[in-house]
């Protein structure tokens, strides 16, 4: 069974301060992450992607992928109450078949 | 709602009925995709059109057909609902199957 895992939270930061956010993966041979923010009660909503080993960055977000280590982060800079939602991380399976698995998400919660 | 709509948002069905899902994107894309999502959990899916004429079990097919009517809607039936189907359900686009996918708005669904 192919997982996707993540720490589910709630984590707690303080407005400007950094987030990190994790995810482990298992199958191998997957070569397109996802990162989506999800607002309680609405739609995920894609913030990155990445296909290539390293960092990736746009504005506030970097996501970061390890394909060796099959973990991908997504990390907020200067964090902000309205970044406050749940993060899924999505892998995309071996020979990009369109079947995402998502994590169950991680739950952020930016304190002013 | 990312170029995808679906009907109905708000839908409480008694065990045994039936219903359809329904989703249309305008944005031309190859492929579709319908997801459930239960409390506290990440997306599953249950099956995915790469393109017109052509649909696939995901995940979570069981309990559930569907239909691609043409290159821009995508139905998914319910033949004799189950308590067991309560959740909310999302469907997708993408481009082609390797790309990002964006979802519509939902529709929540309660079996009785």
């Known amino acids: 069974q192919k997982e996707v895992e993540q720490n589910s939270g709630p984590l707690s930061v303080p407005e400007g301060a950094i987030a990190s956010l994790n995810c482990t993966y298992s199958?191998?041979?997957?070569?397109?992450f996802f990162w989506y923010r999800q607002y309680s009660g609405k739609s995920p909503e894609l913030i990155m992607s990445i296909y290539s080993n390293g960092d990736k960055e746009d504005g506030r977000f970097t996501a970061q992928l390890n394909k060796a280590s099959q973990y991908v982060s997504l990390l907020i800079r200067d964090s902000q109450p309205s970044d406050s939602a749940t993060y899924l991380c999505?892998?995309?399976?071996?020979?990009?078949?369109?079947?995402?698995?998502f994590g169950q998400g991680t739950t952020l919660q930016v304190k002013p | 709602n990312a170029g995808v709509t679906q009907t109905p948002k708000f839908q409480v069905l008694k065990t045994g009925q039936s219903m359809t899902l329904q989703c249309a994107q305008d944005?031309?894309?190859?492929?579709m995709y319908w997801y459930r999502q239960d409390p506290g959990m990440g997306l599953r899916l249950i099956y995915y059109?790469?393109?017109?004429?052509?649909?696939d079990k995901g995940e979570v097919p069981n309990g559930y057909n569907v239909s691609r009517l043409n290159k821009r809607e995508f139905s998914l039936r319910l033949e004799s609902a189950a308590p067991s189907q309560t959740s909310v359900y999302f469907c997708g686009r993408g481009l082609a199957p390797s790309d990002t996918q964006y979802f519509g708005p939902g529709t929540r669904l309660t079996v009785l």
């Open positions: 199958d191998r041979g997957s070569q397109s």
């Open positions: 999505a892998v995309n399976t071996a020979g990009n078949t369109g079947k995402l698995i």
């Open positions: 944005m031309n894309h190859n492929s």
């Open positions: 059109s790469a393109s017109e004429g052509t649909t």
